[in-house]
């Protein structure tokens, strides 16, 4: 999953591991209408979902290769670091 944010990790981990929002939702304890939400571009997952469901997902979040010049925000001291999700292992139910 080369050069993509981590919500579109996190919608193509969701709709590619074989269960569904509802068995999701119940093993990660995220409410169902938060996962239906955060599917459809509705809403946003705050950190805490996102930690939960990249982990329940296999997904971990890796450098971005050929990325590292500085940017203004950087020279300020403020990260202006990106990530891009990596896939490492799926739910297994």
């Known amino acids: 999953m080369e ?9 193509v981990a969701m709709e590619t591991c074989g269960q569904t929002r509802y068995q999701i939702a119940k093993n990660t304890g995220v409410a169902q209408s938060m996962l239906s939400r ?6 946003a ?8 469901l990249a982990g329940f997902l296999g997904l971990e979040l890796v450098p971005a290769r050929g990325r ?7 020279a300020k001291g403020k990260s202006g670091a990106r990530a891009t999700a990596k896939r490492t292992a799926g739910p297994t139910g």
């Open 3 to 11: 050069n993509t944010t981590v919500s579109k990790a996190l919608r």
């Open 38 to 43: 955060f599917a459809n571009g509705k809403t």
């Open 45 to 52: 997952l705050g950190l805490d979902a996102v930690d939960v």
């Open 68 to 74: 590292h010049r500085q940017r203004p925000a950087q």
